[in-house]
C-alpha cells in the first residue's frame, strides 16, 4: 500500500488558482499510474485528470484547459494546477495511484470556490 499525503487545498475566488501536491511513498513512484479525483458533496467520486507513468495525460472535459496534472518522479511527487477556478469545482480532491492490483487513496484536500 502507497501512502499518499495531499496538500494545498483551500478557499480561493472564482477566476482564482490552487495548486495541489501529492507526496508518494514508494521507492518505485514512476512505475504507479496517478491521478486526482474529486468529490462534492452528496455526489460520486469522480476522475479529474490521471498521469501514466510514460506520462500520459487525461482529463475530465469539466476541466479541460483549466487544469493541468504532471509528475516529478525524483521528488515522488504528483502535482495538479488548477486555473480559472468555478464554484462547481468545489469538492475534497483525491490523490490516487494505481499499479497492477495496487490501488492506494490519500486522505483527501478540501477546495472552496467562493467568493
Known amino acids: 500500500q502507497v501512502q499518499l499525503v495531499e496538500s494545498g487545498g483551500g478557499l480561493v475566488q472564482p477566476g482564482g488558482s490552487l495548486r495541489l501536491s501529492c507526496a508518494a511513498s514508494?521507492?518505485?513512484?514512476?512505475?504507479?499510474?496517478m491521478a486526482w479525483y474529486r468529490q462534492a458533496p452528496g455526489k460520486q467520486r469522480d476522475l479529474v485528470a490521471g498521469?501514466?507513468?510514460?506520462?500520459?495525460?487525461n482529463y475530465a472535459d469539466s476541466v479541460k484547459g483549466r487544469f493541468t496534472i504532471s509528475r516529478n518522479n525524483a521528488k515522488n511527487t504528483v502535482y495538479l494546477q488548477m486555473n480559472s477556478l468555478k464554484p462547481e469545482d468545489t469538492a475534497v480532491y483525491y490523490c490516487?495511484?494505481?499499479?497492477?492490483?495496487?490501488?492506494?487513496w490519500g486522505q483527501g484536500t478540501q477546495v472552496t470556490v467562493s467568493s
Open positions: 490516487n495511484a494505481y499499479r497492477g492490483n495496487e490501488d492506494s
Open positions: 498521469i501514466t507513468s510514460a506520462g500520459y495525460t
Open positions: 514508494v521507492s518505485i513512484f514512476r512505475l504507479y499510474t
